[in-house]
């Protein structure tokens, strides 16, 4: 079955440094690939998306990701942290057949401290 | 553009009470649409998705129901909660095998 694990649970940042999230996917084939944003008590945002072709993907936000088929990864960066980057992020994928279900990650929490 | 619209945003019910939450969506047609739960602290579980009216595919087994009365409103649904029930419900949509659109989310908490 697929499964989507985030290895970090929480994470905390100075504002200005870098920033890398972990996600490691269990699938047999390369599925799609996503990282959405939550803010507290807030729905879930897009942030960037992978589908196939080059494995370094933009998005919003300043953020990217980039996909490692070797690995099973699928890791978001950004260069440089802003407070405003604080909230939970979660990991997806989702069967590239159909099927309509995307598994998604548990989720990390990023603080940001001044 | 598409909006995703979600209420009530909070609602506090005691056990035992039933629950109706709604989800409607403007601007596109033929939705898929998604259920989901996320207990504190937790990721988000799948509960219910459909991919058009009538059709509902349920994920988890539990006193939880969903409905698609029209092409563009899914309504969770229960006859009587309990504690476990608590947590933070989502709505979402896609337009077939792509990324999800998230509404605000409903803050349930049974007392």
């Known amino acids: 079955a697929q499964s989507v694990t985030q290895p970090d649970i929480h994470i905390t940042v100075s504002e200005g440094a870098s920033l890398e999230l972990r996600c490691n996917y269990s699938?047999?084939?390369?599925?799609?690939l996503f990282w959405y944003v939550q803010s507290p008590g807030q729905g879930l945002q897009l942030l960037l998306k992978y589908f196939s072709g080059d494995t370094l993907v933009q998005g919003i936000k300043g953020f990217e990701a980039e996909f490692k088929r070797s690995q099973s990864s699928f890791n978001l960066r950004k260069p440089s942290v802003h407070w405003s980057d604080a909230a939970e992020y979660f990991c997806?994928?989702?069967?590239?057949?159909?099927?309509?279900?995307?598994?998604f990650g548990a989720g990390t929490r990023l603080f940001v401290k001044a | 553009s598409q909006t995703i619209h979600q209420w009530p945003a909070t609602l506090v019910q005691p056990v035992g009470s039933p629950l109706s939450l709604e989800c409607t969506v403007e601007?596109?047609?033929?939705?898929?649409l998604y259920w989901y739960r996320q207990a504190a602290g937790r990721g988000l579980q799948l509960l219910f998705y459909?991919?058009?009216?009538?059709?509902i595919s349920s994920e988890v087994p539990q006193n939880l129901s969903a409905s698609r009365p029209q092409d563009r409103q899914f309504i969770l649904s229960s006859k009587k909660l309990l504690l476990s029930d608590s947590g933070f419900y989502l709505c979402a949509w896609s337009a077939g095998v792509y990324e999800q659109y998230f509404g605000p989310g409903t803050r349930l908490t049974v007392t």
């Open positions: 601007g596109t047609s033929n939705p898929n």
């Open positions: 997806a994928v989702e069967e590239p057949t159909g099927g309509f279900k995307t598994i």
């Open positions: 459909s991919v058009g009216i009538g059709q």
């Open positions: 699938y047999g084939a390369t599925p799609y």
